[in-house]
Protein backbone atom coordinates (compact mmCIF):
# COMPACT_ATOMS: atom_id res chain seq x y z
CA UNK A 1 0.00 0.00 0.00
CA UNK A 2 1.74 3.67 -0.88
CA UNK A 3 0.54 6.55 -2.46
CA UNK A 4 2.12 8.17 -5.56
CA UNK A 5 2.03 12.30 -5.74
CA UNK A 6 3.84 14.80 -7.11
CA UNK A 7 6.41 16.54 -4.67
CA UNK A 8 8.69 18.87 -4.52
CA UNK A 9 12.10 18.43 -2.36
CA UNK A 10 13.22 21.40 -0.42
CA UNK A 11 16.10 22.16 -2.96
CA UNK A 12 13.61 22.86 -5.75
CA UNK A 13 13.71 19.43 -7.33
CA UNK A 14 10.18 18.37 -8.37
CA UNK A 15 9.71 14.45 -8.46
CA UNK A 16 6.25 13.52 -10.35
CA UNK A 17 6.37 10.08 -9.27
CA UNK A 18 7.19 10.27 -5.63
CA UNK A 19 5.93 6.99 -3.78
CA UNK A 20 5.09 7.69 -0.40
CA UNK A 21 4.64 4.82 2.40
CA UNK A 22 3.44 4.91 6.33
CA UNK A 23 5.82 2.89 7.79
CA UNK A 24 5.27 3.27 11.37
CA UNK A 25 1.18 3.65 13.29
CA UNK A 26 0.12 3.94 16.84
CA UNK A 27 -3.05 3.68 18.52
CA UNK A 28 -3.27 4.21 22.46
CA UNK A 29 -6.72 4.59 23.81
CA UNK A 30 -7.26 7.75 25.72
CA UNK A 31 -10.81 7.60 27.30
CA UNK A 32 -13.67 6.78 25.02
CA UNK A 33 -11.24 7.63 21.99
CA UNK A 34 -8.66 5.96 20.10
CA UNK A 35 -5.83 9.20 18.73
CA UNK A 36 -4.14 7.06 16.05
CA UNK A 37 -0.58 8.49 15.22
CA UNK A 38 1.54 8.03 12.13
CA UNK A 39 4.25 9.07 10.17
CA UNK A 40 5.92 7.78 6.75
CA UNK A 41 9.01 8.69 3.99
CA UNK A 42 8.93 9.69 0.46
CA UNK A 43 10.74 8.41 -2.07
CA UNK A 44 11.70 10.15 -5.54
CA UNK A 45 9.78 6.65 -6.99
CA UNK A 46 9.02 3.38 -6.60
CA UNK A 47 12.32 2.27 -8.03
CA UNK A 48 13.85 4.11 -5.48
CA UNK A 49 12.10 2.74 -2.80
CA UNK A 50 12.23 -0.96 -4.25
CA UNK A 51 16.07 -0.22 -4.39
CA UNK A 52 16.36 0.82 -1.17
CA UNK A 53 17.54 4.36 -1.95
CA UNK A 54 16.80 6.98 1.01
CA UNK A 55 14.03 8.96 1.33
CA UNK A 56 13.44 12.64 -0.22
CA UNK A 57 11.22 13.44 2.13
CA UNK A 58 8.75 12.31 4.98
CA UNK A 59 5.50 13.03 6.75
CA UNK A 60 2.96 12.70 9.57
CA UNK A 61 -0.61 12.65 11.21
CA UNK A 62 -2.93 12.45 13.69
CA UNK A 63 -6.75 11.32 14.04
CA UNK A 64 -9.16 10.06 15.82
CA UNK A 65 -9.42 6.22 15.09
CA UNK A 66 -12.91 5.61 12.84
CA UNK A 67 -15.33 3.11 14.93
CA UNK A 68 -18.38 3.41 13.00
CA UNK A 69 -18.54 -0.60 11.96
CA UNK A 70 -16.89 -0.05 8.38
CA UNK A 71 -15.05 -2.87 6.84
CA UNK A 72 -11.61 -0.69 7.51
CA UNK A 73 -13.10 0.15 11.44
CA UNK A 74 -9.62 -1.89 12.87
CA UNK A 75 -7.63 -1.54 10.05
CA UNK A 76 -5.40 1.25 10.98
CA UNK A 77 -2.98 1.60 8.46
CA UNK A 78 -5.75 1.83 5.76
CA UNK A 79 -7.29 4.68 7.87
CA UNK A 80 -3.84 6.41 8.32
CA UNK A 81 -3.71 6.63 4.42
CA UNK A 82 -7.15 7.91 4.15
CA UNK A 83 -6.07 10.64 6.14
CA UNK A 84 -3.14 11.30 4.67
CA UNK A 85 -5.07 12.06 1.51
CA UNK A 86 -7.22 14.20 2.68
CA UNK A 87 -3.97 16.44 3.44
CA UNK A 88 -2.73 19.13 1.85
CA UNK A 89 -0.02 18.10 -0.90
CA UNK A 90 -1.80 14.05 -0.93
CA UNK A 91 -5.26 15.30 -2.04
CA UNK A 92 -4.32 14.39 -5.58
CA UNK A 93 -2.56 11.38 -4.85
CA UNK A 94 -2.93 7.57 -6.66
CA UNK A 95 -3.18 4.44 -4.50
CA UNK A 96 -0.28 2.18 -6.18
Same mark, same amino acid.
Given at each position: ?12 I ?21 ? #? /?????I??N????? @? !?A ?22 I #? /?QS ?10 ? @? !????
Amino acid at each position: MALRIEYETHYGITCEYAHCVVVDVKCRREGDTYP #V /KYNGKIYANVSAYE @D !GASPIGGFNGRFELNQAGSKQQYNI #V /KQSYLHLKEQEGFA @D !GVDC
